[in-house]
């Protein structure tokens, strides 16, 4: 189109241009604002929006949205200085729920970590298999802040789950962190049919095979995978998942060993196992494509969660891991120092920085910094 329509763009760019200048006039009418009203304000929009239910700020699809859980925290602080428990105690609970239905949820990969990008129903069950890397750095620090909040080790536990996640599969040799992994991947070893989530699902027969019958059984009744797959038709519209399972925290280990007549202790042994074989199965399947690129935006990031994980939850290495992707940015995407690129991939791009590469950067650096010098 600049190209062939060249004035049509420049009119039509020019038009938005104005309309979101006079969009930010009217928002400095109201710059005074009071901050207890804001922070009203934002405490009742997202408790409007939040679902009871299901945890989440929307229905289908259903975004994360770490940046509202993040919000939740700072409001939680804020109403309990006001002396407002109730409000403040909600605010953590929405939270929780959150953090736990998303957990449960099939958006989380429960067999090799890390989190999909969205649930296309309102259940946290069938994601778009895509995962981001700016997906796992923001839900690293919302776990992490939830952990700090509840006390949970769940939660703990699912942000070591999340690095672990990145580390194996989206970190450069030289220590900088890759952008994402796609949905699709090819169906099969002869790589001519590709699938969504076909790196991901399993058929209950797969399951059996591998973990055998007895143990099988068990791990499917706790993932809830059923021999006619377990995507709702509104999930699944055009049956490209009928017969296979994304596998979702259906039941806990307690209620699992209550359903067999088992000691919690053992099915908690079982599906741990489960989850490793099935981990070393799907590894010989055909890797969904790695978007290689490096981004100077979703690196400050990473930078970010790992370094605040590494406070919180007292792990060394994960400091390592930020200062090693710091590093690289240093060394690769800026002037040793000043001004940054916005990509590399098999070398640097000629793009400079936009504002959210040097805004996330140095976000990044300062969370860096501050475990650093204790």
């Known amino acids: 189109m600049w190209k062939d329509d060249r004035a049509g763009v420049m009119e039509r760019?020019?038009?938005?241009?104005?309309?979101?200048?006079?969009?930010?006039?009217?928002?400095?009418?109201?710059?005074?604002?009071p901050f207890d009203a804001v922070m009203k304000k934002a405490y009742d929009d997202v408790s409007n929006a939040f679902d009871y239910h299901e945890g989440g700020f929307s229905g289908a699809p259903k975004f994360p949205r770490p940046?509202?859980?993040?919000?939740?925290?700072?409001?939680?602080?804020?109403?309990?200085?006001?002396?407002?428990e109730s409000e403040s105690n909600w605010a953590v609970a929405m939270g929780k729920t959150t953090l736990t239905c998303m957990a449960?949820?099939?958006?989380?990969?429960?067999?090799?970590?890390?989190?999909?990008?969205?649930?296309?129903?309102?259940?946290?069950?069938v994601p778009h298999y895509e995962k981001m890397l700016y997906d796992q750095?923001?839900?690293?620090?919302?776990?992490?802040?939830?952990?700090?909040?509840t006390g949970l080790k769940s939660f703990a536990a699912i942000a070591r789950e999340i690095v672990e996640y990145v580390k194996r599969d989206l970190r450069h040799p030289e220590g900088a962190f890759y952008s994402a992994e796609d949905a699709d991947s090819y169906t099969d070893d002869t790589r001519t049919t590709k699938g969504e989530g076909a790196?991901?699902?399993?058929?209950?027969?797969?399951?059996?095979?591998?973990?055998?019958?007895?143990e099988?059984?068990?791990?499917?009744?706790?993932?809830?995978?059923?021999?006619?797959?377990?995507?709702?038709?509104?999930?699944?519209?055009?049956?490209?998942?009928?017969?296979?399972?994304?596998?979702?925290?259906a039941y806990s280990p307690k209620k699992t060993a209550e359903y067999f007549k088992l000691e919690e202790d053992k099915v908690a042994e079982i599906l741990e196992r489960g989850r490793k074989v099935l981990f070393e199965a799907r590894e010989k399947r055909p890797h969904p494509h790695l978007d290689d690129k490096v981004l100077t935006a979703w690196n400050g990031l990473m930078i970010s969660g790992l370094a605040r994980a590494a406070g919180a939850l007292n792990e060394p290495s994960f400091l390592e891991l930020a200062t090693q992707s710091a590093q690289f940015i240093y060394d690769h995407l800026s002037d040793k120092g000043s001004n940054l690129r916005r990509s590399w991939r098999e070398g640097v791009s000629t793009v400079h920085g936009?504002?959210?590469?040097?805004?996330?950067?140095?976000?990044?650096?300062?969370?860096?910094?501050?475990?650093?010098?204790?």
């Open 13 to 33: 760019s020019g038009a938005a241009i104005q309309k979101l200048q006079e969009y930010i006039e009217d928002e400095q009418k109201h710059h005074d604002a």
């Open 67 to 84: 940046v509202t859980l993040n919000l939740l925290g700072r409001l939680k602080k804020h109403l309990a200085l006001k002396k407002e």
């Open 104 to 125: 449960n949820g099939g958006i989380r990969d429960h067999v090799g970590g890390g989190f999909h990008r969205y649930s296309v129903d309102g259940y946290w069950h």
């Open 137 to 149: 750095a923001q839900l690293l620090t919302a776990y992490v802040e939830g952990h700090q909040h």
């Open 199 to 214: 790196f991901y699902v399993w058929k209950a027969a797969e399951i059996d095979e591998l973990l055998g019958k007895e």
């Open 216 to 249: 099988g059984s068990i791990f499917r009744y706790a993932y809830g995978a059923r021999r006619d797959g377990n995507a709702r038709p509104e999930s699944d519209p055009h049956e490209e998942l009928k017969g296979l399972n994304t596998l979702f925290r």
């Open 354 to 374: 936009f504002a959210s590469d040097y805004a996330l950067l140095i976000q990044g650096l300062l969370d860096l910094y501050e475990p650093a010098s204790m």
